[in-house]
């Protein structure tokens, strides 16, 4: 399943606007016998599968019999599962995969947006190629990928410096690693931007933004779930930074592509 | 952080065995005001900062002045935060990002071993070019991923064929869309191999070894935690399948080296 937006490519040759597309992130919810237990950021497909599986790999069910109904709700993103024997829920079942969002329902906050989070309204603006800089430097600081190829990492950037880096087997624990610092350390975040090495799901966008971070960046790619939110909140998004080159997602005025 | 261990190796010259590096997973407890909070799978570097950043990512703390301590104990893998007011913790807090493993404290199960779920006994056994071939299809099929760089997937392969596919965005959902076709479709998995595209993390082995798969594939690294309960749980774990090579970290007597 592919989403389509127009996006800011800029390369050796300077900036131009084109429609690009991406994959997209779905949230999920998950109802066991009436009861809200998780929702799943996903790819909607095969999501009858998904939420049998999901049940089945927490242990909750074990075999296709257990299953009363599945009804599965493409457009509202809701898996209703009934069992036949009521499922037991410690309070240590209930697991969610997504980060809460500290405003209500998670399933509810992805849908309607950021409503909870400020707007980012940081003046920061940073030339292009310091950017293609800042993310060439993070890619060479991540010596533990490299040896090992299981390691994500994330990192801030002042002006032409990597200030903070941070290496993690979880995409969301090594910008964790970042944000904890900035607390620890009474570090501003305004004037900062904001490197992961992983795709930039929702959650890393939700992160930054949460953060106070104007500009977040990754070699990888986006999902539409995270520019959309980008959008909404008013994060520079930039994705496949790759060598001299980036796609920029969203609030494209913060960077100076002009010589 | 590094992890040494004995690895099987097979390319084009045969097999051999070989002391290998891996990244360490290590499971923390975050315990705030005496309550266990959550269990991250983490690198164990910067405890601290991940801890309170995942507080501050959980909208649970808002700034240094909150804290009034922090004690981190890595070697029982525990960070304990007090805080000056009490943070309210609704049932819909006590997220955890670990996999719930159905037999009481993750942390407590992790660092176990897995003690809660059979070996895995399947006298399945593979050729090695066969299990080379199947990695090979199974990158081909990735086409998402391809197209726009931010999909993962799996699959379940019978013999010399792959006999289901899944996408997503998440490693973990993809797995599920596999573990909850076999379950919809009532197909037995004892005789089957799993593969994924994703980092192999102890997740991924323990959702294997519930579903009774007893080899389990990625052209990605394990990490040292999936490794070790690949072993306890007796399934034969192979890594950094890309052509016609392999390493093989676990049960190397499902697969046939000799021509």
């Known amino acids: 399943m592919r989403y389509k937006t127009v996006i800011t490519r800029w390369d050796e040759s300077g900036s131009r606007q084109l429609e690009d597309e991406m994959t997209v992130e779905f949230p999920l919810t998950i109802i066991l016998n009436g009861r809200e237990l998780a929702t799943l950021l996903c790819l909607p497909e095969k999501l009858e599968s998904l939420a049998v599986g999901f049940l089945a ?143 930039i799901s929702s959650e890393a966008v939700l992160k930054a933004a949460r953060m106070g971070v104007p500009i977040l960046i990754s070699r990888a790619a986006p999902t539409s779930l995270a520019v959309n939110l980008a959008r909404e909140l008013g994060l520079t998004l930039v994705g496949f930074a790759r060598g001299r080159r980036f796609n920029v997602y969203s609030e494209t005025g913060r960077i100076i592509f002009s010589p």
Do not use: M
């Open 57 to 199: 790999a927490e242990g909750l069910i074990e075999k296709a019999a257990d299953l009363k109904d599945v009804i599965v709700d493409e457009h509202s993103g809701l898996v209703q599962i009934t069992t036949h024997k009521d499922v037991k829920l410690h309070s240590e079942n209930l697991f969610r995969r997504v980060i809460t969002s500290g405003c209500g329902q998670v399933a509810t906050f992805y849908k309607a947006g950021a409503a909870c989070l400020e707007w980012i309204s940081s003046p920061l603006s940073v030339p292009a190629p310091t950017l293609a800089g800042l993310a060439l430097d993070f890619q060479k600081r991540s010596v533990e990928y490299r040896a090992t190829g299981g390691v994500h990492s994330a990192g801030l950037a002042w002006g032409k410096e990597l200030v903070c880096f941070a290496e993690d087997i979880g995409r969301h624990n090594a910008l964790d690693k970042i944000l904890g610092e900035c607390l620890l350390q009474g570090w501003p975040t305004a004037d900062k931007v904001l490197l992961t090495s992983g795709r």
